[in-house]
């Protein structure tokens, strides 16, 4: 499970446990000028995930790391997609979106959307 917070004007992602080998990251730090939005969504599991590189795929299980797919690079951290949020991301940021499991969803998104600068 990833947990989430705002430091100044970043967004800080923290993978814990072993999510951290199978992620191959342990945290991830984006300008809040580079978020866009954040939305729960379950259903995004079932979204193609593209080319896995660096990171871990078990279908049903858990979806963690680095993907390649027509719109860029994704970051995935799921196990369970009941508790998915999508982070979409501007152009120029390290990756097109994050998909990452959090304790509390609805909590998350509100953090992420109230930080956002106004555009």
Do not use: S
């Not at 799921?78 to 509390?104: F, S």
Request: proline residues 8%.
């Amino acid at each position: 499970m990833a947990r989430i917070r705002i430091d100044g004007g970043t967004l800080v992602v923290e993978i814990n446990g072993l999510n951290k080998l199978w992620a191959v990251k342990n945290r991830l730090t984006i300008p809040l000028a580079q978020v866009r939005g954040a939305t729960a969504d379950p259903g995004i599991i079932r979204e193609p995930k593209g080319l896995r590189a660096p990171g871990t795929h078990v279908p049903g299980v858990i979806t963690a790391g680095t993907f390649h797919i027509d719109d860029g690079r994704v970051f995935w951290e799921v196990r369970d997609p009941a508790k998915a949020i999508v982070i979409e991301l501007a152009e120029d940021a390290p990756y097109a979106r994050l998909v990452l499991q959090v304790a509390d969803p609805r909590a998350a998104v509100a953090l992420i959307e109230e930080a956002i600068p106004a555009r």
